[in-house]
């Protein structure tokens, strides 16, 4: 198996940063896709940011330039740097990898069990 820990939300004021962690650790082969998605109270939950092995981002368009993913592929573990954050951003937030576990011929994409960030003064 894959298992996901994350760390670093929290309550923060509008305006102020954070930063989430997630580390992969199990089986793992080999990890293509990190990302991270959110999730507000009523609404589905939508792609925050991604990062291919390549280092290549994608970033949803309400959090560009406030949000910087990144991996280190030695620790299996992904980033998110959260600055300039609105009340908007409040969610819990749920890292993904798709990852291909030792011996398998598939990837398979697991999930955090998320962790909850909240923008308020």
């Known amino acids: 198996q894959v298992q996901l820990v994350e760390s670093g939300g929290g309550l923060v004021q509008p305006g102020g940063s954070l930063r989430l962690s997630c580390a992969a650790s199990?089986?793992?082969?080999?990890?293509?896709?990190m990302g991270w998605y959110r999730q507000a109270p009523g609404k589905q939950r939508e792609l925050v940011a991604d990062?291919?092995?390549?280092?290549?981002?994608n970033y949803a368009d309400s959090v560009k330039g406030r949000f910087t993913i990144s991996r280190d592929n030695a620790k299996n573990t992904e980033y998110l740097q959260m600055n300039s954050l609105k009340p908007e951003d409040t969610a819990r937030y749920y890292c993904?990898?798709?990852?291909?576990?030792?011996?398998?011929?598939?990837?398979?994409?697991?999930w955090g069990q998320g962790t909850q960030v909240t923008v308020s003064s």
């Open positions: 199990g089986s793992i082969f080999r990890i293509n896709i």
């Open positions: 990062i291919n092995s390549g280092g290549i981002t």
């Open positions: 993904s990898v798709t990852a291909q576990r030792m011996g398998a011929p598939f990837t398979y994409k697991y």
